[in-house]
């Protein structure tokens, strides 16, 4: 399990173990601790039936992970270690048939690497290409709207402007999803650029309407439509200079000092990705690491486990590698929101 967590890894990682376990009887599992790290540096463990054992429902990783940015696995470590070469030496020591890795993006790059380098791996989707959905994504969205949901009582009696930050750093899908669910008037999102006179006119509206208050639900990584214009270096200097903690703040201070309108920024973090998978990600992680598990026990490696079209499918690794699938702004879930009212700020 590699870069950040999500819930449901240990129930897809017990999937594929009980599918290998109740195939054949001399299977052996071994565990690299903390990602990349540990078959980097060959620190791993035996893993039994009773490892694989209650974890369904529990949230983390029981193998741990790091991250591990792609650029540097291909530099040396502090004390000069090639470590793809380890890697690679870490896999024959222990005479692997292959490698089971479950991450995102990144931990995606580096698998193709691997599959590049010679190792027979097998990945099991969290990433986003190539697949309609991850697991995680359900219970990270059932976490993201509660926060939504607990903020709508305390609007409601202060008749403040409210933004909730949610995850997923380049990418909208979290925030579109908790944002509809939890009934939020304003959505941003990166992938929709925003103007924040918009926005203020959004809420102006919801007041002269007579609402006491306005919800949005804003992405960590949107990004206003003069930001958006910024070549890449030009933004990187802004960040540089940058001041507030995170996009939402800078929003609020915008809206406060433009509208006059009390506003309070809650940002969940990391709650989104912890605790119990919701059943949906319990049963869908399990399936997919069962699939996973059959494709090894074919011999047939390369490929990450993902979800098409309502089944689940395998796709190549080279062609999920180093690409994010992201909201389409013209998509009719976007379109649909705009129906129902929300604002985009576009
Ligand atoms: O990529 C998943 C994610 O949870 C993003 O939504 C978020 O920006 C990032 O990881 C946070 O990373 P870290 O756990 O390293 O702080």
Redesign the pocket.
């Known amino acids: 399990t590699s870069?950040?967590?999500?819930q449901a890894l240990n129930a897809a990682m017990r999937g594929v173990a009980k599918t290998l376990f109740n195939a054949k009887e001399d299977v052996e599992i071994y565990g690299f601790l903390d990602g990349y790290k540990g078959l980097i540096y060959g620190k791993f463990r035996m893993l039994t039936g009773s490892d694989f054992s209650g974890i369904l429902t529990k949230g983390g990783t029981i193998l741990g992970s790091s991250?591990m940015p792609f650029k540097l696995m291909r530099e040396p470590d502090e004390n000069g270690l090639n470590k793809v070469e380890a890697m690679k030496q870490n896999y024959h020591k222990l005479q692997l048939d292959c490698l089971v890795i479950l991450g995102?993006?990144g931990t995606h790059k580096t698998a193709n690497l691997l599959k590049e380098e010679g190792l027979n791996i097998k990945t099991i989707d969290n990433a986003l290409w190539g697949t309609d959905m991850t697991f995680g994504f359900q219970s990270?969205v059932n976490i993201a709207t509660e926060a939504i949901d607990n903020i709508h009582t305390t609007a409601a009696s202060h008749g403040r402007v409210f933004i909730i930050e949610v995850?997923?750093?380049k990418?909208g899908f979290?925030t579109l999803n908790a944002g509809m669910a939890g009934g939020a008037d304003v959505i941003l999102i990166p992938e929709i650029p925003y103007d924040i006179n918009k926005v203020i006119d959004a809420i102006k509206e919801r007041h002269d309407r007579g609402s006491r208050f306005t919800i949005l639900a804003v992405a960590?990584?949107a990004i206003s439509k003069e930001d958006a214009k910024l070549s890449k270096k030009e933004y990187k200097k802004k960040l540089e200079n940058y001041t507030y903690p995170s996009v939402s703040y800078e929003i609020a201070d915008q809206i406060a000092k433009k509208s006059g309108m009390e506003v309070r920024v809650t940002v969940p973090g990391?709650t989104?990705?912890g605790g119990t998978p919701c059943p949906y990600d319990r049963v869908f992680a399990s399936r997919l690491g069962s699939e996973a598990g059959k494709l090894i026990l074919k011999g047939e490696y390369g490929f990450m486990v993902g979800y098409k079209n309502r089944e689940i499918v395998k796709v190549p690794l080279e062609e999920v590698a180093g690409k994010l699938k992201m909201v389409d702004p013209g998509s009719s879930i976007v379109k649909e929101a705009k129906m129902l009212g929300i604002s985009f700020g576009d």
């Open positions: 870069g950040g967590d999500c991250r995102g993006n990270a995850m997923g750093h990418v979290l960590e990584g990391h989104q990705r």
